[in-house]
């Protein structure tokens, strides 16, 4: 079993990890979000990259998650872990990470090799709580990890230019698109992450800070890793993995295995 492969068993037979109840999961997201870090990110060095996604099934009642590993050179396949789940904490805004974080340690259990970053299907610290599943994920398990969503879950956005690397800062504040967070960010609105084009003319990705990693290299490894489609390759392959499943899934009458 690798390092990475025990730290993830570890936080998943942690019963403080998992609380049932909505608000004591909450209260766990504040007492650890304190834990969350920023450290430099060399995108360039990072040689393996891992990429999480998580899937539902027809109402829910089951859901599958990917772990794939990819060398960061040449975005070409290295290892690869899916495990299907049932999850047992309600489907909340904001507290995804207690639903579908344990199919996700389970694939991460899986991995033979360690990855230098895992890039997450979410957000870090564009969170009402500063600790969306990205973060979550990298406290668990002390791991670099960076947050790239398709879509807001909150903080203010301002669209970038059309062509590809531009950027705006994200700043803290409900869901929103405005039309200037530059100036926002200027003025000293907390700056939580960057809505960042990976591909011209096309809807953007929104990047964050989940864990031991910087916001600017966090954008720079996702650019990197995106270097034709709008979805990085390591989420876009991850995805696809679990799209597989999906299919299988319903071939075989829905029998849920992990």
């Not at 100036?183 to 964050?208: C, D, F, H, M, N």
């Not at 720079?220 to 995805?239: G, M, N, Q, T, W």
Request: hydrophobic content about 40%.
């Amino acid at each position: 079993m690798t390092e990475i492969a025990e730290r993830a068993a570890k936080a998943l037979d942690d019963p403080e990890n998992w609380p049932m109840d909505p608000k004591e999961a909450v209260t766990r997201q504040r007492s650890l979000a304190d834990r969350v870090r920023s450290e430099p990110l060399d995108a360039a060095a990072v040689e393996l990259v891992c990429g999480l996604d998580v899937s539902y099934g027809v109402g829910d009642t089951e859901l599958a998650a990917a772990a794939v590993v990819l060398d960061a050179r040449t975005l070409e396949v290295v290892d690869t872990s899916l495990v299907a789940d049932t999850p047992s904490f309600p489907y909340i805004s904001g507290l995804f990470a207690f639903r579908e974080l344990p199919p996700v340690l389970k694939a991460i259990e899986g991995l033979n090799v360690t990855p230098d970053v895992f890039v997450s299907d979410g957000f870090g610290l564009a969170h009402p709580r500063r600790f969306g599943v990205a973060s979550h994920l990298g406290v668990l398990l002390d791991a670099r990890v960076v947050g790239s969503a398709k879509t807001v879950l909150y903080g203010r956005n301002s669209l970038p230019g059309e062509e590809r690397g531009s950027w705006t800062p994200m700043v803290a504040g409900r869901s929103e698109l405005v039309e200037d967070t530059e100036t926002l960010a200027q003025q000293g609105t907390e700056v939580i992450g960057r809505t960042l084009r990976t591909r011209s003319r096309t809807k953007p990705v929104y990047v964050s800070v989940g864990h031991r990693v910087d916001l600017a290299g966090a954008a720079d490894l996702i650019l990197r890793v995106s270097p034709k489609y709008r979805i990085p390759e390591p989420i876009r392959h991850a995805d696809r993995m679990c799209g597989r499943y999906r299919k299988e899934y319903k071939a075989k009458g829905g029998a849920t295995g992990a």
